[in-house]
């Protein structure tokens, strides 16, 4: 049963442009949603992260929107640049569990082109 | 020096040899975790480990076998290596602390492929 849907599989964006990755989930515990970026050759390392006592958390180019009620969120990368080209994963936890550990989605290559 | 250190960072070995990826860390957390990442289906944790006398099962645990030698040190196993296990191997760290709340630190991978 995979707990995090991640869509799409692959997206390419022109320079400038906004690129948008979207994740479901299934298990309403999770109250922990990281956003994780990796670079080719590279292990993933954290880009963002929300939990869901808000609906938005922007960092820079970088937003998470939140619907708490649809069990969705979403990355949004404004102003897209080729060195945002990287795979990005999103992630959930229940942070209030003895047992935590990050059930991740399968992933988004994203190409920025220039 | 990185963070988390991987070896080795490349393996090609054979059809039921016996392999040993390891992983130490500089960063003195407690929790450790092995993650396999393979093309269109992302990273699946394999085990993990919230102290040295602390060892879980992930979701995908079958074939694979872990020990935790300190605090600092955490090893994969794979006993007996077949050619579905050819993936990426990512170790990595976590406290419960820093700015995401038990961030996740990747070493930069251990690429395994058996023939």
């Known amino acids: 049963q995979q707990q995090v849907k991640q869509s799409p599989q692959s997206l390419i964006v022109q320079k400038g442009g906004i690129s948008i990755i979207n994740c479901a989930y299934e298990?309403?515990?999770?109250?922990?949603f990281p956003w994780y970026q990796q670079f080719p050759g590279k292990g993933p390392a954290l880009l963002i992260a929300?939990?869901?006592?808000?609906s938005e958390k922007k960092e820079g180019r970088f937003t998470i929107s939140f619907n708490k009620s649809a069990k969705q969120f979403s990355l949004h990368i404004m102003d897209s640049q080729p060195g945002d080209s990287a795979t990005y994963f999103c992630a959930a936890a229940n942070s209030g569990g003895s047992n935590y550990k990050l059930t991740f989605g399968k992933g988004t290559l994203l190409t920025v082109n220039p | 020096d990185a963070d988390v250190t991987q070896t080795p960072r490349n393996r090609i070995t054979k059809t039921g040899k016996r392999i040993m990826l390891e992983c130490s860390q500089t960063?003195?957390?407690?929790?450790m975790y092995w993650y396999r990442q393979d093309p269109g289906l992302g990273l699946r944790l394999i085990y993990y480990?919230?102290?040295?006398?602390?060892?879980n099962k992930g979701e995908i645990s079958d074939g694979y076998s872990v020990s935790r030698q300190a605090q600092a040190k955490f090893s994969l196993s794979l006993e007996s290596a077949i050619p579905n296990q050819t993936a990426l191997y990512f170790c990595?760290?976590?406290?419960?602390?820093?700015?995401?709340?038990?961030?996740?630190?990747f070493g930069e991978g251990s690429r395994l492929t058996v023939l």
């Open positions: 929300i939990r869901p006592d808000v």
């Open positions: 990595a760290t976590s406290d419960l602390g820093g700015r995401g709340l038990g961030e996740l630190f």
């Open positions: 480990s919230f102290d040295v006398k602390d060892i």
């Open positions: 960063k003195g957390h407690d929790r």
């Open positions: 298990n309403t515990a999770f109250d922990y």
